[in-house]
């Protein structure tokens, strides 16, 4: 009889603890990133078992586990442009970098701190891989951007998108003017004269720069011959050399007009109508302030300056586990591997196993509230009759115990 009142406070602590797991799950609806978890339950060691007979009277019953649901929450819009969600598995790695160890979660609410860094919860810094200008990755590192401005860079190539009109007659010229950089990041106005010449569907061509900058001392002259389709013969690119004068190293330009094979590649053209430039470009830029700071959809770090530039020198990186209920949870939606998670395998999103990077969005929870409302009145359910059942058995111990 006494091992009843045991067999129904076992019961009380089971329910109770289930209750306390809801009403956790319950409280973080709107955490980011939260996963709900599940109380399991088990029988406690008989007290005898007689194979005999089938008389297996139990002892109560304990809780068996307590584990974490690892689907999916549904992903909303975010707060900024470094609030982050997965799409698919895997989770952040932030690093403290007090201690150096490295903590994963599921929130992406990432910010910029004024020395660059990319934090979560102020002072642990996101992990990524640094990109260089080809998109090739590195080691992997602390996220951290510079604020300095960029530096600018010289011109190498110009192109220029021109008709010379068929019907010009010799000695009539044409100008086109297109605005290059030095090594400082000045603007030097290139100015292209073409000259028809007496020859049919032959120019000749002189390029120069204003003497307060340099000169070009090679390469400034030449001549475009086209064909009766109005098409460039083929030949070799011009290569302007400048001799700078204003503080600026000396650099060569090259004026693309044809072809890897030496054709043309159509951007110089002689038809009927008035000579024009209709477009130009040139790989050049002046110096630039960096004007903002954003992570795109593929989880790389965008630096965006005010010379048009854009830069992406990171890009974060991701966790996965062979067992994610393995993994120890702490505060502040962290956890940390463990012998049971196994270690991290780390990788870019979207490539293997890893989730996709969902921009300016963040995972709400997966905790479904219905379900958890039914949880919350079974378990109390379930306390109230193991409660009645302590109950009971007191009242016929009382009954034994006044017997004369």
């Known amino acids: 009889m006494i091992n009843s009142l045991y067999i129904s406070v076992t019961g009380m602590l089971a329910f109770s603890e289930q209750i306390g797991v809801t009403s956790n799950n319950i409280s973080n609806m709107e955490t980011t990133g939260f996963k709900s978890s599940t109380v399991s339950f088990a029988d406690m060691l008989a007290q005898s078992i007689d194979r005999s007979s089938g008389n ?5 019953v304990q809780v068996q586990s307590v584990t974490e649901n690892w689907t999916q929450g549904d992903i909303t819009g975010g707060y900024s442009s470094t609030t982050l969600a997965i799409n698919g598995w895997g989770m952040f790695a932030v690093k403290d970098p007090a201690t150096g160890q490295t903590w994963y979660t599921r929130d992406g609410s990432f910010e910029f701190d004024n020395t660059g860094r990319l934090v979560y919860d102020e002072d642990l810094i996101v992990q990524g891989y640094p990109l ?10 602390n996220i ?7 530096p600018p860079s010289a011109t190498t190539t110009l192109s220029t998108t021109v008709n010379l009109d068929s019907g010009a007659e010799t000695g009539d010229t044409f100008q086109s003017t297109i ?3 030095d090594s400082l990041g000045n603007a030097i106005p290139v100015t292209i004269t073409y000259t028809k010449s ?16 340099g000169s070009i001392t090679s390469g400034a002259s030449g001549t475009l011959t086209f064909d009766a389709n109005g098409s460039l013969t083929s030949g070799a690119d011009p290569v302007f050399g400048l001799t700078m004068t204003n503080g600026s190293a000396d650099q060569s330009i090259t004026w693309d007009l044809y072809d890897d094979g030496g054709d043309s590649n159509g951007l110089l053209t002689q038809y009927a109508g008035d000579s024009a430039m209709t477009d130009h470009d040139q790989d050049g830029y002046a110096a630039g302030e960096l004007l903002s700071v954003k ?3 593929a989880g790389q770090v965008e630096c965006t300056y005010s010379n048009g530039v854009t830069r992406t020198p990171f890009q974060i990186a991701l966790a996965e586990f062979s067992n994610y209920n393995g993994l120890e949870k702490s505060d502040g939606n962290l956890y940390s591997a463990t012998v049971k998670s196994g270690q991290a395998i780390l990788g870019r999103p979207g490539v293997g196993s890893m989730g996709d990077i969902c921009s300016e969005s963040r995972e709400v929870s997966n905790v479904d509230l219905s379900s958890e409302m039914a949880q919350l009145i079974t378990a109390q359910t379930a306390y109230q009759a193991c409660s009645r059942a302590f109950s009971v058995t007191n009242e016929i111990l009382q009954v034994l115990v006044n017997m004369k």
Do not use: H, K, P
């Not at 260089?132 to 590192?141: F, I, M």
């Not at 951290?144 to 960029?150: F, G, I, K, L, W």
């Open 132 to 141: 260089d200008e080809n998109g090739n990755s590195g080691a992997l590192t």
């Open 295 to 297: 992570i795109n959809e």
């Open 56 to 60: 297996n009277a139990g002892s109560g």
């Open 198 to 213: 007496a020859t049919a569907n032959e120019w000749t061509w002189t390029a120069e720069i204003s003497s307060q900058y």
């Open 144 to 150: 951290q951007v510079s604020y300095e401005n960029a």
């Open 179 to 181: 605005d290059v950089y």
